[in-house]
């Protein structure tokens, strides 16, 4: 999974087994996270025309961002 993030964000991962999981032991795999940081998406990028839900999604966190002075 990859989530991407244009502002701050807290996540909450927990790795447990899923519940329609048919074993009756209680077992659950290893997890690897990895997270970096890189500039934000601006008018342009692919990412942004990618499809509509998207391209909403980036004009309002833009939007967001402008209103509380921190883009």
Known sequence: MTLRAEQDV???LANVPHPADPR???VNS???VLAWRAAATKPGDPLWEATPEGRRA???TAEFL???GLA
């Open 58 to 60: 980036f004009l309002n």
């Open 30 to 32: 290893p997890l690897e």
């Open 24 to 26: 009756d032991d209680y």
């Open 10 to 12: 807290t996540v909450l």
């Open 66 to 68: 402008a209103a509380r």
